[in-house]
């Protein structure tokens, strides 16, 4: 699932492509991704995008007479940018965006289709999509210590979590995690002063540096590969591999079709997080399924 680094790169790549440019129509292909059509879809031919925004995980196209395109690409929905006309791909494509210099794609890998599109008229209707979490990057220590310990979460759910913090997922909060040497089952509110300062710089610094790197390795193309994946990562998608850090094996927590990555030496204390007691806080603070987790967390419109 694109993250904040993920999302700030998409940003960087439409900006010199499709800002200040105009719609001349939206192609939808397939019916599950457009949740909502007020205005449909053809009441944006003819406008211009005066602004891309970002609302937690989501990519916001802003077109004049406050139009919003919000555009949630969930775990495998991915953007393409083709010649202009370019034909929607008849198995994994959604929808295209048609410009004069060309055409934004939006498509989808795998069988589940849980990206979607939701198109509103108004700010009061673009502001529903806030789920209230705070945004790392904008606020001070003390605001992200109340929004992490408003509930007595793991860190790894409490991250991820878009009530209490916006624009990260599990890849990210592997990473910052790791660098922070904190435990992703440590309770929030367990964490002494010295350890969530240590969380908020090192969230603050991971976070920029990734979507720094991101952005200086596609240049000026567009992004052809974004995935949750990245070789320069240090222990997220690396189990079995040395950490980085101190050569200990990467270790991993699977529950249901959630994935944690962390180093046993650096974060636990050299404990493997695979006891019953943790089995049943997985049960208590992890969702099951994804569907579960969008019953929690998506917008319902």
Known sequence: MPEYPEIALYLHALEPRILGRTLERLRVASPSLLRSVEPPPGGLAGRTVVGLERIGKRIVLAFDDELFAVLHLMIAGRLQWKEPGAAIPRRLGHAAFDFATGSLLVTEAGTKKRAHLH??????ALAAFDRG????????????????????????????????????????????????????????????DTEMERLYTTARTSLVEWAQRLTAESGAEFPKKVTAFHPAMAVHGRHGQPC??????????????????YCPRCQTG????????????LREDWPRSMEELEQHFEVRR
């Open 119 to 124: 198109l509103v008229r108004g700010r009061a």
């Open 133 to 192: 979490g705070v945004d790392p990057l904008s606020v001070d220590l003390a605001t992200l210590a109340a929004a992490l310990q408003r509930e007595n979460r793991t860190l790894e759910r409490a991250l991820t979590d878009p009530r209490l913090v916006n624009g990260i997922g599990n890849a990210h909060s592997d990473e910052i995690l790791h660098a922070a040497q904190l435990s992703p089952a440590q309770m929030t509110r367990k964490l002494s």
């Open 244 to 261: 980085p850090r101190c050569g200990t094996p990467i270790q991993r927590i699977v529950y249901a079709q959630n994935e944690t990555n």
């Open 270 to 281: 050299g404990r493997l997080l695979a006891d019953r007691a943790f089995s049943r806080l």
